[in-house]
Each structure stands twice: as C-alpha cells, then as structure tokens.
C-alpha cells in the first residue's frame, strides 16, 4: 500500500459502509437460493486490456465479509493483463463469494480503468522531471480506491481532502479581495491553530504569480491554464523558489508539451473523473 490514507482503519470504514449500502439488512438472492453450508470457487477474469488495480482491496473486501474465504492470485496490482487472463481464484463459502462480488467487481473495475489511464500519461512525461498528480476530482465516497489506483498506475497523490494542505484557489483569492491578503490571512490563521500545512496557491496570470512573489509564505504555486510560453516564463521568475504545478486542460495530446516546460508537477482531473471502466467479471467455477 501507499499514501497516508491508506490506513486498515480507512480501509475498513470504506468496506464496512460499502458492503451497508449493497446488502443491507441481507443479501437475499444468496440466502434464498444456496444453501447455507456450500463451498464453491470463482475466477477473476479479464476481459479487457490495461493495467490490473484493486486486489488487494478486493481480498480486504472478501476476508471482511468472510476471514475463511482463500484467494490464489495470478495477477498483482499494477500488472499488465489481457483479454482472457485469470486475476485470482477465490474459494470458500458461496453465499458470503457472492455477497462480496459486486463491491470487489467495481473496485476492480474502476481502479483498473484509472490505473491504466494514469500509466499511459505518465509514459507520456516519462524523462522529463514533471511528476503527474491527481486531484480532489473524484466520486463522493469513493475517493480512497481512486487515489489509490493513481498510485499503483504510477502517478502521485495530491491532497487527499480539504484538511491536508491548504490551497488557495481563485474563488478564495477573490473572497479574500486579492493573493496578498489571502495568503496572509491563512497564515495568521495556521499559526494561531498550531497548524503545519504547506500552501499552494493558484495564480491565473503573471501578475498574481508576481504578488504571490512578493508575499512570500508559499510552498507551491499552481499555474492555471496557462500557455507553455508563460508556464516557462513563471518558471523562470519564481527562481527555485517554490515548487510549481499545471493544471487545466490538459490531455493526452498536450501534457508532453507541459512537462517540457520544466514544471514540477502536472495535475490531471480526468484521471479520476473521466476513466473507462475495465471488463472484469467473476465467474463462478463448477
């Protein structure tokens, strides 16, 4: 596992709530149709192409509903796999398989699509020194399996939520009636809490990245929509100072062109909001 979110105590929550949602007060089909004390098998197959994410969660996801169940796995997280390969057999009681399916089936699903689109981008910028981050652009309560196929496909996390690290974007910088008063603000306000949290500001223009300067106080700036000419220009004006972040807009056609301009960190909101779900299904074995 990796990032500090990645905690059992999250993990656990996640499943916990997860599993709520889908059974309920019981999964009916299973308790209707098979008997109580039948062990069976199901294979994992993959019926697509990509970058294999989420078996590990997948195993939380069936030892939670049933700490007998066994899983033989084939595949690994981040794993190249194809049409027609087998990613694990899991075997033990059939009602607690099938009560588990579905969860494990769309953390697999979705964390595999975002794992390999976040591989193709970062092959994109591979050599250059940008690092592709995600962001806050993510499903309501689902957030902690898609930062952590970013990771497996090899991309970095960002904040994981509004509590981790302060970022000052342009609704802030306009609600606070500029990027100095903004800035100074949060950092009275930090050191009135005890807080220790980096700041990122996002600057629109030359001129707020100039104010931003200026103020002082800041650990990164975020370049918003900004051409690749004035991307270098900023770069070349902040001196070192302070890491610098693009964002906005960018594709698989122009992120090459991004990191050639030398930016520390590129953040991409498509790769968890705009992914493909994988064709992976579990078939149950006779």
């Known amino acids: 596992m990796t990032g500090p979110y990645l905690t059992e ?10 599993l709520s949602e889908d059974i309920g007060d019981g999964d009916h089909s299973s308790l209707g149709s098979i008997p109580a004390d039948q062990v069976s098998e199901a294979q994992l197959l ?13 195993e939380r996801i069936f030892h939670y509903v049933d700490k007998k169940i066994e899983i ?4 690994k997280d981040g794993d190249y796999v194809t049409n027609g390969d087998i990613g694990f ?16 089936l769309n953390c697999l699903q979705r964390m595999s699509a975002i794992a390999t689109y976040t591989r193709r981008m970062t092959q994109l910028i591979k050599g250059s020194r940008s690092r592709l981050l995600d962001t806050r652009k993510t499903t309501p309560n689902f957030r902690l399996p898609e930062k952590w196929a970013v990771a497996i496909g090899g991309g970095v996390n960002h904040r994981f939520g509004l509590f981790d690290m302060v970022m000052l974007k342009d609704n802030h910088v306009d609600y606070a009636g500029g990027v100095r008063n903004a800035i100074l603000s949060t950092v009275d306000y930090l050191k009135s809490n005890q807080l220790d949290l980096k700041i990122e500001v996002e600057v629109r223009n030359l001129r707020e990245l100039q104010e931003v300067i200026d103020t002082g106080h800041v650990d990164r700036v975020l370049l918003d929509n900004m051409l ?10 902040i001196g070192g100072r302070m890491e610098t972040e693009a964002s906005g807009g960018i594709n698989e056609k122009n992120i090459s062109e991004i990191a050639e301009t030398g ?14 779900s994988l064709d992976i299904s579990l078939k149950a074995i006779r």
Request: no cysteine; proline share 1%; aromatic share 8%.
């Open 9 to 18: 105590q999250n993990i656990r929550y996640f499943i916990k709530t997860a």
């Open 89 to 104: 057999i899991v075997k033990g009681n059939a009602q607690a398989i099938l009560s588990a399916e579905r969860l494990a």
């Open 72 to 75: 033989e796995f084939f595949k």
């Open 46 to 58: 993959i019926k697509d192409e990509g970058i294999i994410a989420g078996l590990t969660l997948a």
């Open 263 to 276: 930016v520390d960190f590129i953040s991409v909101g498509a790769l968890t909001h705009s992914y493909k």
């Open 228 to 237: 690749p000419s004035d991307i270098r220009e900023a770069i070349r004006m």
